[in-house]
């Protein structure tokens, strides 16, 4: 059993942990619209303060934070204690990418909805390759009877391009690159699906068309389970939040589930590692406020510019 140590707690709804350099970690606070910092000791300071709907964050070769912001969530106070995002607000303002400065907290807009002609509703993850651009998923919005058609793009950190590659996507959430950048992998939410993209080029994808259009899906649990955010590990593992199961499925690369690692958190949201050899995991249990540290069996992937 992997045992695992809460490093904070009391926070709202975060998600996209990046482990850094000095052993702290970068998260957000989805529903405080704010970025923060989580040292070792468990002690928190405000990085920046985006507002709206701060999500997946990444580290660019610039060595700012970009942030995948979805505009932001109504949110349900279950009677059980349980932070649960909810719908679109009413004071819903547009999906977009910003670039962070970590020393100075300054917030710009890199792509905003309508820029390149993309229409952005609600961007959820993102990550880099080693050509200085990054792959990003909108997960879309979900309003009282209709719920947004979105896709997968991919953008240059310098905002010079944004193109939506991958259209259309069953509310894309959790994306991901293999090891060796061939392969890119996205988690769809509510058709609780991991689809794999096999990459030609930097924002390019075979576009060889199955029954439902290009990509492969690689992998499916039954039961009632709503994938989320993903990391990949250093061996080629996919590393899948499962909402509802209360844990992250690990997936191979050839569609197998190699294991279940449980917590105890239904709205498990997302998983890094850090360390000096990798195996420092970090998961956000989002519906608790928590952020949790174990060891984890295998190395996660070291990123790009991280």
Same mark, same amino acid.
């Given at each position: 059993?992997?045992?695992?140590?809460?490093?904070?707690?009391?926070?709202?709804?975060?998600?996209?942990?990046?482990?850094?350099?000095?052993?702290?970690?970068?998260?957000?606070?989805?529903?405080?619209?704010?970025?923060?910092?989580?040292?070792?000791?468990?002690?928190?300071?405000?990085?920046?303060?985006?507002?709206?709907?701060?999500?997946?964050?990444?580290?660019?070769?610039?060595?700012?934070?970009?942030?995948?912001?979805?505009?932001?969530?109504?949110?349900?106070?279950?009677?059980?204690?349980?932070?649960?995002?909810?719908?679109?607000?009413?004071?819903?303002?547009?999906?977009?990418?910003?670039?962070?400065?970590?020393?100075?907290?300054?917030?710009?807009?890199?792509?905003?909805?309508?820029?390149?002609?993309?229409?952005?509703?609600?961007?959820?993850?993102?990550?880099?390759?080693?050509?200085?651009?990054?792959?990003?998923?909108?997960?879309?919005?979900?309003?009282?009877?209709?719920?947004?058609?979105?896709?997968?793009?991919?953008?240059?950190?310098?905002?010079?391009?944004?193109?939506? @590659?991958?259209? =259309?996507? +069953?509310?894309?959430?959790?994306? $991901? %690159?293999?090891?060796? !950048?061939?392969? /890119? #992998?996205?988690?769809?939410?509510?058709?609780?699906?991991?689809?794999?993209?096999? @990459?030609?080029? =930097?924002? +390019?994808?075979?576009?060889?068309? $199955? %029954?439902?259009?290009? !990509?492969?899906? /690689? #992998?499916?649990?039954?039961?009632?389970?709503?994938?989320?955010?993903?990391?990949?590990?250093?061996?080629?593992?996919?590393?899948?939040?499962?909402? $509802?199961?209360?844990?992250?499925?690990?997936?191979?690369?050839?569609?197998?589930?190699?294991?279940?690692?449980?917590?105890?958190?239904?709205?498990?949201?997302?998983?890094?590692?850090?360390?000096?050899?990798?195996?420092?995991?970090?998961?956000?249990?989002?519906?608790?406020?928590?952020?949790?540290?174990?060891?984890?069996?295998?190395?996660?992937?070291?990123?790009?510019?991280?």
């Amino acid at each position: 059993m992997i045992e695992f140590t809460t490093v904070a707690s009391g926070l709202r709804f975060p998600e996209g942990p990046v482990a850094m350099a000095d052993a702290s970690v970068i998260l957000v606070e989805i529903a405080a619209g704010r970025i923060i910092r989580v040292r070792p000791n468990g002690a928190t300071e405000t990085v920046a303060e985006p507002g709206s709907g701060p999500n997946g964050l990444a580290i660019g070769p610039d060595g700012k934070l970009y942030c995948c912001n979805n505009g932001g969530f109504d949110y349900l106070n279950h009677p059980s204690g349980l932070l649960i995002p909810h719908g679109q607000p009413v004071d819903y303002s547009g999906g977009r990418i910003e670039r962070i400065d970590v020393a100075t907290g300054a917030v710009e807009t890199l792509y905003g909805d309508g820029d390149f002609s993309c229409v952005l509703r609600g961007p959820n993850d993102l990550v880099f390759d080693g050509q200085g651009g990054f792959w990003f998923t909108d997960h879309g919005k979900t309003r009282e009877r209709e719920r947004d058609i979105t896709g997968i793009f991919y953008a240059r950190a310098d905002g010079s391009s944004l193109r939506e @590659v991958i259209f =259309p996507s +069953e509310n894309p959430n959790g994306v $991901g %690159l293999s090891p060796d !950048g061939r392969r /890119l #992998y996205a988690a769809e939410t509510y058709t609780c699906r991991l689809m794999a993209f096999d @990459v030609t080029a =930097p924002g +390019e994808i075979d576009r060889t068309a $199955g %029954l439902g259009g290009p !990509g492969i899906p /690689l #992998y499916r649990p039954g039961g009632y389970k709503f994938f989320d955010s993903l990391g990949v590990e250093e061996c080629g593992n996919i590393c899948v939040a499962t909402i $509802g199961e209360c844990g992250i499925s690990v997936v191979s690369p050839e569609g197998e589930l190699v294991e279940f690692v449980p917590t105890d958190d239904p709205f498990t949201t997302n998983i890094c590692w850090g360390g000096e050899d990798m195996r420092d995991a970090y998961i956000t249990l989002s519906g608790t406020g928590r952020l949790v540290k174990c060891r984890w069996p295998r190395p996660g992937l070291r990123l790009a510019h991280a």
